[in-house]
């Protein structure tokens, strides 16, 4: 099992930007996909991006995409989100997971390790 760290989340302005981290614990990170959700009051989790195991691949959803940015640092066993743009919908608990498989992407199913997550607010 990976523990798995979120820190970064804050309270912003419309329009702008944040950089979330996850840090892992244990040897078998750099083995994994690495997947960024998001959860809003009242709202199921819904799948914001994820990176292959490598961090050749990368997958958005359609509502971050051309604002977010997904990257990991092997070395470090750590996965970024770059957040610039940021818009009232984006608030939400931020969560990190770590895939089943070298490259999963956006379902909840292909994680099964899970952060505690970072609050994310942005004021309009």
């Known amino acids: 099992q990976v523990q798995l760290v979120e820190s970064g989340g804050d309270l912003v302005q419309a329009g702008g930007s944040l950089r979330l981290s996850c840090a892992a614990s244990?040897?078998?990170?750099?083995?994994?996909?690495m997947g960024w959700f998001r959860q809003a009051p009242g709202k199921e989790r819904e799948f914001v991006a994820s990176i292959s195991w490598s961090g050749a691949t990368t997958y958005y959803a359609d509502s971050v995409k051309g604002r977010f940015t997904i990257s990991r640092d092997n070395a470090k066993n750590t996965v970024y989100l770059q957040m610039n743009s940021l818009k009232p919908e984006d608030t939400a608990v931020y969560y990190c997971a770590r895939g089943t498989s070298r490259r999963s992407r956006g379902a909840t199913n292909e994680y099964d390790d899970w952060g505690q997550g970072t609050q994310v607010s942005v004021s309009s």
């Open positions: 244990g040897r078998t990170f750099s083995s994994y996909a």
